[in-house]
């Protein structure tokens, strides 16, 4: 079964208005969550790494202050789009691991598809 | 930077036809790759990986080959089921939990 939970699956807003998106580990403990964006025929492009207890790293080209990232468990993140436009309009996507090491397999969420009008 | 291209889907096979998704790479140092795939209404899950040039992963039936000298990672599977339909996803990572992605493909397999 699923190990990492990420809710909601799909979310349609206002333009304006801002959507959580939450990430959960179900039988671990994650220091570490990945949040992926892919717009459609698109790669999964890496957005930001968040760090249990500390700020989260975004990648160049992310804007830290619309995509708001919180990580304030060792089960659950939650990435916030702020203020979203349609352009915000894509799939995103949780990635997690248990522990350390190159032989700990990263698990994904099923995603969450959402559509700014 | 680090790229991957991976062949543009959707790729539709008979039942027990030869499977073939085409994967290339560019990247500086020794990444290791990855195949991922998705099923229908399910989250991203490994399939298989190589750590280093000639390893070979495997993995219900697929494999495929690190080549560095062709900067290549293709899937490859004898004979595909329906149960195969789903989406593959070719990556690398330089020895991070960042992964690079391709764009994925679609297959799609009928009885």
């Known amino acids: 079964g699923a190990v990492v939970s990420q809710h909601p699956s799909w979310v349609i807003c206002k333009s304006g208005t801002s959507v959580k998106i939450e990430c959960r580990s179900l039988?671990?403990?994650?220091?570490?969550m990945f949040w992926y964006r892919q717009f459609p025929k698109q790669s999964l492009m890496l957005m930001a790494t968040?760090?249990?207890?500390?700020?989260?790293?975004?990648e160049q080209g992310v804007e830290k202050d619309k995509f708001l990232i919180n990580h304030a468990s060792l089960t659950l993140s939650t990435l916030t789009v702020t203020s979203a436009h349609p352009e915000d309009s894509s799939f995103y996507i949780c990635?997690?691991?248990?522990?350390?090491?190159?032989?700990?397999?990263?698990?994904f969420g099923n995603g969450t598809r959402l559509t700014v009008t | 930077g680090n790229s991957v291209t991976q062949m543009e889907g959707p790729v539709t096979l008979s039942e027990e036809a030869f499977l073939t998704i085409n994967c290339t790479y560019t990247?500086?140092?020794?990444?290791?790759l990855f195949w991922y795939v998705q099923y229908p209404g399910e989250g991203l899950q490994l399939l298989l990986k190589?750590?280093?040039?000639?390893d070979k992963g495997s993995n219900k039936g697929f494999e495929a080959t690190y080549r560095k000298e062709t900067t290549s990672f293709h899937l490859e599977k004898g004979s595909v089921q329906v149960s195969d339909s789903a989406v593959y996803f070719c990556?690398?990572?330089?020895?991070?939990?960042?992964?690079?992605f391709g764009t994925g493909t679609r297959l799609q397999v009928f009885p």
């Open positions: 990635s997690t691991k248990p522990g350390q090491g190159e032989y700990s397999p990263l698990h």
């Open positions: 190589a750590t280093k040039a000639d």
């Open positions: 039988d671990f403990q994650a220091t570490t």
């Open positions: 990556a690398l990572s330089d020895n991070t939990d960042k992964l690079i």
């Open positions: 968040s760090n249990e207890g500390s700020k989260a790293t975004y």
């Open positions: 990247a500086t140092g020794y990444p290791s």
